[in-house]
């Protein structure tokens, strides 16, 4: 099973700042990892996929890069809407899995 | 545009069978390299990967729920569903459905998801 780490567990920022959000895989995934967000009492939403492509109307602030284990999400200046939950998940293999989420805290 | 709703019972029995269904409206379900899934996320954790099914009928499960796990897809009423057997509180989650774009050589992610439908396991 590919096992996806993501830190930190918490991260709190302030509006305007600059968020960068780790996944790291257990063994190489290629470029075949996503990033949702999710806010609490909805479902997740797409917004990076093959590691670095952002989603159908997603806003140019989120960025992802990385291939093989090491991947980051950036947000290159935090709007108050992006205050949530952010998760990774790899499709290299069976079983799909995700990491375990980061919670972006309002400082 | 495509839509996915999720349902089925909000409230089973332990040790009974969880059953949903998801139906895919405003697009194929037998699409070249879209698969349908279910993922669950029980309350405050993380989402869990169920299982995933192809049009074809290729099955894949999560190997920790697998011996309980039955995905199936009936492409006439554009709709895949999940049985979940011998539940327990431990099963209780809101459970989501699905579409996942995966070509040979890039990875388009779980673009489409239902809301959702919260289950609980609870006599």
């Known amino acids: 099973e590919f096992v996806l780490k993501q830190s930190p567990a918490t991260l709190s920022l302030s509006p305007g700042e600059r968020a960068t959000l780790s996944c790291r895989a257990s063994?190489?995934?290629?470029?075949?990892l996503a990033w949702y967000q999710q806010k609490p009492g909805q479902a997740p939403r797409l917004l990076i996929y093959d590691a670095s492509n952002r989603a159908t109307g997603i806003p140019a602030r989120f960025s992802g890069s990385g291939s093989g284990t090491d991947f980051t999400l950036t947000i290159s200046s935090l709007e108050p809407e992006d205050f949530a939950v952010y998760y990774c998940?790899?499709?290299?293999?069976?079983?799909?899995?995700f990491g375990q989420g980061t919670r972006l805290d309002i400082k | 545009q495509l839509q996915l709703q999720e349902s089925g019972p909000g409230l089973v029995k332990p040790s009974e069978t969880l059953s949903l269904t998801c139906t895919v409206s405003?697009?194929?379900?037998?699409?070249?390299?879209?698969?349908w899934g279910w993922i669950r996320q029980p309350p405050g954790k993380g989402l869990e990967w169920i299982a995933t099914?192809?049009?074809?009928?290729?099955?894949y499960y999560n190997p920790s729920l697998k011996s309980r796990v039955t995905i199936s897809v009936d492409t006439s009423k554009t709709q895949f569903s999940l049985k979940l057997s011998s539940v327990t509180a431990a099963d209780t989650a809101v459970y989501y459905c699905?579409?996942?774009?995966?070509?040979?050589?890039?990875?388009?992610?779980?673009?489409?998801w239902g809301q959702g439908t919260t289950v609980t396991v609870s006599s």
């Open positions: 405003g697009g194929s379900i037998s699409t070249n390299y879209h698969y």
């Open positions: 998940q790899q499709r290299s293999n069976w079983p799909i899995t």
């Open positions: 099914i192809y049009y074809s009928g290729n099955t």
């Open positions: 063994q190489s995934v290629s470029t075949y």
């Open positions: 699905a579409r996942d774009v995966r070509y040979s050589y890039q990875y388009y992610g779980m673009d489409v």
